[in-house]
């Protein structure tokens, strides 16, 4: 059974730093994207960045620049190192995994992870 569990999240002020993890267990998949997702109250799910399986990286225009996704497979482990933090970035924060099997989408999601940013 899949399962992803994020950690890292907290609370800080404007201009801070949090570095969010998400450990993957279950996968059998050698090539699979991760991903992070945030939702704030009120708000839909958006994406935030992925990463591919060869380290091919793609972010959401609201972050370029002060977030950086990377991932050590041999950990199958993502991280979202976020710096320049806004009180906008206020959000639950999620992990994804997907990949395709025989033409089906596999999509796994983690539990969340709070971050409050505070102007």
């Known amino acids: 059974q899949v399962q992803l569990v994020e950690s890292g999240g907290g609370s800080v002020p404007a201009g801070g730093s949090l570095r969010l993890s998400c450990t993957a267990s279950g996968i059998i998949e050698t090539f699979y994207t991760m991903a992070w997702y945030r939702q704030a109250p009120s708000e839909q799910r958006e994406y935030v960045a992925y990463i591919k399986s060869y380290g091919n990286t793609f972010y959401a225009d609201f972050v370029k ?12 482990t993502v991280y979202l190192q976020m710096n320049s933090l806004e009180s906008e970035d206020t959000a639950v924060y999620y992990c994804n995994a997907n990949w395709y099997s025989n ?3 596999k999509d ?6 709070q971050v409050t940013v505070s102007s």
Do not use: H, M, P
């Not at 796994?108 to 992870?113: E, K, R, S």
């Open 108 to 113: 796994y999601w983690g539990q969340g992870t």
């Open 65 to 76: 620049g002060r977030f950086t996704i990377s991932r050590d497979n041999a950990k199958s």
């Open 103 to 105: 033409g089906v989408l």
